[in-house]
């Protein structure tokens, strides 16, 4: 082997080692970025996540109150009925009375 040929040899492994070295460097560098960029996801994903449940129980709390307003209303309404029906029963039961002359 003479000079020219051992140069040309180590010249060339040289620069197998310099790209390969630049090579790794970039593949660090995108396997970073790459990683960055999942986290970054995941943590747009996460606040999504927590908004969306804050809503839900937000139109969860606001229909159980609207649920139990309809549910008080209507007990207030069956109550009324109820006593408006013993008043009627009573005043007629009171008239039957008073027409056959059984008062109280």
């Known amino acids: 082997m003479n000079a020219k040929t051992v140069y040309a040899v180590l010249f060339a492994c040289a620069s197998f080692a310099l ?3 630049a090579a790794n460097a970039a593949e660090q ?3 970073q970025d ?3 960029a999942g986290h ?3 943590n747009g994903a996460r606040d999504v996540g927590h908004a969306t449940a804050h809503v839900a129980r937000t139109i969860g709390h606001g229909a159980k109150e609207a649920g139990h307003g309809i549910g008080h209303g209507a007990k207030e309404v ?3 009925v ?3 029906t ?3 029963w009573d005043a007629t039961k009171h008239a039957v009375k008073h027409v056959f002359g ?3």
Do not use: M, P, S
Request: net charge positive; proline share 0%; aromatic share 4%.
């Open 19 to 21: 790209f390969n070295h």
């Open 29 to 31: 560098g995108v396997k």
């Open 34 to 36: 790459a990683k960055n």
């Open 40 to 42: 970054a996801i995941g």
């Open 78 to 80: 069956g109550h009324g």
């Open 82 to 84: 109820a006593h408006g």
């Open 86 to 88: 013993r008043e009627g």
């Open 102 to 104: 059984k008062d109280d």
